[in-house]
């Protein structure tokens, strides 16, 4: 059991019967009063995030997720499946557990899945993945003196701010933290 004075960012624990974990917390502490501590969570089954204050004497019973290497394989319809680079099997996971990451699913990409009680819960990304530019309009040069950008549509569906000299078929890398373009590849 872990208090609620111990919850930190990327803590994993059940609440109600439903798993969470901790994206965000603030500690706070009132005069006369109790400590309390402010979080923000996201249910790991449904993806959803909510905020939530607890005081300092409620407890929760902490859960190890089991990290595995498995690589993505395609999608079919709501659900996106991937293979265990070890026992071959292969988990789904539906668009609502992965959220804003299908931005940067490529088939045969490597990535880290969290297992709770043999059941995937979510994926966990590499800092930076590299996409081609599926679309972009031409940039043209003259238009300002430094620091232009354009959009542009990655593989994946992403929309990005490149600069003017990338072009359509460009590869590039993008930080998955933020979404930002880093590099031409």
């Known amino acids: 059991m872990i208090s609620a004075t111990d919850l930190r960012k990327g803590v994993s624990f059940l609440m109600d019967g439903e798993l969470y974990r901790v994206l965000d917390y603030q500690h706070s502490y009132v005069g006369r009063g109790s400590a309390n501590v402010r979080t923000k969570l996201r249910n790991l089954h449904t ?32 659900l ?39 059941h995937p819960v979510e994926i966990e990304l590499p800092v930076t993945v590299d996409l081609k530019i599926a679309e972009t309009v031409p ?25 003017l000299f990338i072009e359509e078929g460009d590869a590039i890398r993008v930080d998955t933290r933020t979404g930002e373009y880093l590099t031409r590849v």
């Open 47 to 78: 993806g959803r995030t909510i905020d939530r204050t607890f005081s300092a004497g409620d407890k929760f019973q902490e859960v190890r997720l089991e990290l595995r290497q498995v690589q993505f394989l395609y999608q079919d319809g709501d």
């Open 80 to 118: 996106y499946y991937f293979m265990d680079t070890e026992t071959y099997e292969q988990p789904a996971l539906s668009a609502d557990a992965l959220g804003d990451k299908i931005n940067y699913l490529k088939e045969g990409s490597v990535l880290s899945l969290s297992m709770y009680e043999d």
């Open 139 to 163: 940039g043209i040069r003259g238009n300002t003196a430094t620091g232009a950008t354009k959009r542009a549509k990655l593989e994946t569906g992403l929309m990005v701010q490149v600069p």
